[in-house]
């Protein structure tokens, strides 16, 4: 067998070798969902345990949250959450910290639960500009070199 034939032989069990599917990875998806009793979460969350790949389902009804961790897709669960025929959407909130203008039209949220607020994409609301950013770091507490005056 010379180098042409090891080399045929060497490309035939490399092709038969299965390629392997990437693994699915666990995510926790959050839907905020319509609930006035606890008929209403108990009928949330045997739906949404039913969804492929689900591992647990908390439903939070105060906060009007159902937190679905597995290994499933954010689409699918809120289709699964829709039909219980209750008004849902994929969690909209995001910590207070995480927005440069909280209190900005379209993104505080009187019905928001606390210390959150509406998720945003808009560049200007999201972060500060330079300007408004050089103006935070002056009056720091956590920089050494701030003005004093505070």
Same mark, same amino acid.
């Given at each position: $067998?010379?180098?042409?034939?090891?080399?045929? /032989?060497?490309?035939?069990?490399? @092709? @038969? !070798?299965?390629?392997?599917?990437?693994?699915?990875?666990? +995510?926790?998806?959050?839907?905020?969902?319509?609930?006035?009793?606890?008929?209403?979460?108990?009928? !949330? *969350?045997?739906?949404?345990?039913?969804?492929?790949?689900?591992? @647990? !389902?908390?439903?939070?009804?105060?906060?009007?949250?159902?937190?679905?961790?597995?290994?499933?897709? &954010? *689409?699918?669960?809120? *289709?699964?959450?829709?039909? +219980?025929?209750?008004?849902?959407?994929?969690? #909209? /909130?995001? #910590?207070?910290?995480?927005?440069?203008? #909280? /209190?900005?039209?379209?993104?505080?949220?009187?019905?928001a639960p606390p210390n959150l607020v509406r998720a945003t994409n808009d #560049?200007?609301?999201?972060?500060?500009? &330079?300007?408004?950013?050089? /103006?935070?770091? $002056?009056? @720091?507490?956590?920089?050494?070199?701030?003005?004093?005056? $505070?």
């Amino acid at each position: $067998m010379g180098v042409a034939g090891t080399l045929e /032989y060497l490309s035939e069990v490399l @092709s @038969s !070798v299965k390629k392997h599917k990437k693994k699915k990875q666990i +995510t926790t998806v959050a839907v905020k969902v319509r609930m006035d009793c606890e008929g209403c979460a108990r009928k !949330v *969350k045997n739906v949404l345990s039913r969804v492929k790949g689900a591992k @647990s !389902v908390d439903v939070d009804l105060k906060q009007q949250k159902a937190t679905v961790t597995g290994f499933v897709e &954010p *689409k699918k669960v809120l *289709k699964a959450a829709q039909a +219980t025929g209750k008004k849902c959407e994929l969690w #909209p /909130y995001v #910590p207070y910290s995480l927005v440069a203008h #909280p /209190y900005v039209a379209g993104v505080y949220d009187k019905k928001a639960p606390p210390n959150l607020v509406r998720a945003t994409n808009d #560049p200007a609301i999201a972060h500060l500009n &330079p300007v408004e950013e050089q /103006y935070t770091l $002056m009056f @720091s507490d956590e920089n050494p070199n701030a003005c004093s005056i $505070m």
